[in-house]
């Protein structure tokens, strides 16, 4: 067969082979189109929104490989477009619930949005609000300037709401949206901090009972004065016998006097002057300028307009002023001292009396120096022992010493023997006293034991301050020293002024009645002198009255001073009371005494204060003769 017949079969195979891969390679190509169509339709539909499409990756073939890394990647879309989303979510319910106040705004300051937070501070809705401008919400013409020109810093403003005005605190923060310039302003209603900050300021500065100014706004206005060298002057103001009034009628009739005389001070207080109230009833006026030459004409006026009463609901109550003037002078180094020299101007106008002026002078400066070392001492003497009883005889009618008033001496290392009359108010001015009287009564139980041992049946006589019965157990507190010293209780007396008495209250009535159970006696001392003695005498358990020395010193030749003498001695003996009668100092007063039954006669014509030794010798020696 020739080759040619031969090779013609393969040929056509041949020929059919690469026919048939044609066919084949082009069918692949439209598959590997239709597939790649595929994965660009799920392209677009993820675009589109749909999450769920995914491609066709069950062929491992290249196309398949990159249906697989197509798939993966839309995962990973999907995964950060879900967290955008939850995150914008997230964003957008802190914004709404956020308290603080939030507006969106343009360059030219129009609202584009607003959380419901800024929409209840404007009282308003978003939807309302996005119809402002954010410069049409504040109050003042540079306002939208002023946030502009100090971004990210908060400033306050006066706001629009409701036809009224509030306080309010913005800030503006600049941002891009979208590629756009944005303002964030940030707003909060500050209303009520606002007026708690004027309320603390205002009691910060003023009295809040009577409305003026109080101790801080004074001395910041006296530093003020004293930098710009102004003339200033003080008028320091206390009212006399207040105490008495808050605690008879009680502390609401108190403070609405002192409401009363603050609106008095500022009826005549010259405009510009500062009324101020420092606490309790003390006042103070401050003049500045040429007003301070009117510091004594205003003082004086003060001083007439307080002898008008004061209508407090059903009541006309009466009170004086004590008036102390400085003036501020060369030298004057801070506002309290100034403070400090109207204070001792006010306390020399009341040791004159009350219901007066007095005037600031640098003599009251040394004596309060004075009295400042003198209180030093006595508290040092109190500690070292530098006291002494001193014992004065009381006669009795057989012409005998058989009881003796203990006066506390003080003999101090650097003054010598210290007269009473200069340390008795500082003990008393300072509460020393108390602590004096303690040992005084000690000291004297302790002396009549001593004096009972040597057979002697005297008495002694102890005072007792005002100031002791503001003890909260005052008899308590007597009767545990008797306890430890066991003195003969029934010799111990104790003398009771009428100033004690005058605002007595039920613990001072305790007081008395327990120690008179216990067995001690009780006088009234200074009888006469106050303002109700016979009051007294029928409600308190005294045993006797002890006749003050001024009107003694009138016997016998004063007709006053006999008819009030007589009158004690026979109110007395009508109610079985002894009576002492002290000051006696010439035989005369002696006589006219004991010829009207006065039980007992005290005074230097029988005795001065001497040591109790001195007392024992001149006892024996009366005795002897």
């Known amino acids: 067969m020739h080759l040619s017949q031969l090779l013609g079969p393969f040929a056509l195979l041949a020929t059919l082979l690469l026919a048939l891969g044609s066919l084949l390679g082009l069918l692949r190509r439209r598959q590997a189109r239709r597939r790649l169509a595929a994965l660009g339709a799920v392209a677009d539909a993820f675009a589109a929104g749909n999450s769920l499409t995914r491609a066709d990756a069950t062929d491992n073939d290249a196309i398949g490989q990159l249906a697989q890394r197509f798939n993966h990647m839309i995962a990973q879309l999907e995964g950060e477009r879900r967290a955008l989303r939850d995150s914008e979510q997230l964003l957008r319910s802190l914004i709404e619930a956020a308290p603080v106040g939030m507006l969106v705004l343009d360059q030219q300051g129009n609202i584009d949005s607003a959380n419901p937070a800024a929409a209840q501070i404007f009282g308003s809705s978003p939807e309302q609000l996005r119809s402002h401008r954010a410069g049409d919400l504040l109050i003042g013409q540079d306002a939208w300037s002023r946030l502009l020109e100090q971004p990210n810093r908060s400033l306050e403003f006066a706001a629009r709401r409701d036809r009224g005005s509030f306080a309010l605190e913005a800030s503006c923060t600049p941002f891009l949206r979208d590629g756009q310039p944005l303002q964030l302003l940030l707003v909060r209603d500050i209303d009520d901090r606002k007026l708690a900050e004027n309320r603390l300021h205002y009691l910060a500065h003023y009295d809040p009972l009577t409305g003026i100014a109080n101790r801080t706004q004074l001395l910041a206005r006296l530093e003020l004065g004293l930098q710009c060298g102004a003339a200033q002057a003080l008028l320091f103001i206390d009212l006399d016998h207040f105490k008495r009034i808050n605690d008879t009628l009680g502390h609401d009739i108190g403070d609405l006097l002192l409401r009363g005389v603050a609106e008095r001070l500022r009826k005549h207080a010259p405009p510009g002057a500062l009324l101020a109230r420092l606490g309790g009833d003390e006042f103070i006026v401050l003049l500045s300028g040429g007003q301070v030459e009117q510091a004594d004409s205003l003082a004086e006026q003060l001083l007439q307009s307080f002898r008008l009463p004061f209508h407090v609901r059903q009541y006309e109550l009466f009170t004086s002023p004590s008036i102390g003037i400085t003036r501020q002078q060369g030298g004057h180094t801070s506002a309290t001292q100034l403070l400090k020299e109207a204070d001792l101007a006010l306390y020399h106008a009341k040791s004159r009396g009350r219901n007066r002026l007095a005037h600031f002078d640098h003599q009251l400066a040394d004596d309060a120096e004075q009295r400042r070392r003198l209180e030093e001492e006595l508290r040092a003497a109190l500690l070292r022992h530098e006291f002494e009883l001193y014992y004065q005889p ?44 303690r040992w005084v009564f000690r000291q004297a139980c302790r002396q009549l034991r001593h004096w009972q041992d040597e057979g002697r049946d005297w008495n002694i006589a102890v005072n007792l301050s005002p100031l002791d019965f503001r003890q909260g157990d005052l008899a308590g507190t007597l009767l545990a020293i008797i306890a430890e010293e066991q003195p003969p209780v029934q010799r111990l007396e104790l003398e009771i002024t009428e100033t004690t008495l005058l605002d007595a209250d039920q613990q001072i009535i305790d007081s008395l009645l327990a120690l008179k159970r216990a067995g001690l006696t009780l006088f009234l001392d200074d009888f006469g002198t106050g303002y109700a003695s016979l009051t007294y005498l029928q409600h308190f358990p005294f045993d006797g009255v002890k006749i003050d020395r001024q009107f003694v010193a009138g016997l016998p030749d004063s007709r006053e001073s006999v008819a009030l003498v007589r009158g004690i001695l026979v109110i007395a003996e009508q109610l079985g009371m002894q009576v002492v009668a002290e000051g006696v100092a010439n035989q005369r007063q002696a006589d006219f005494l004991r010829a009207h039954h006065c039980q007992r006669l005290q005074g230097y014509l029988f005795g001065r204060p001497q040591s109790a030794s001195a007392c024992s010798r001149l006892q024996a020696c009366a005795e002897c003769t």
């Open 394 to 437: 009381q006669i009795d009618r057989d012409g005998q010493a058989h009881t003796f008033e203990a006066l506390l001496r003080w003999h101090s290392p650097s003054r010598g023997l210290v007269n009473s009359a200069l340390f008795m108010p500082v003990l008393e001015e300072t509460g020393l006293i108390i602590e004096a009287t």
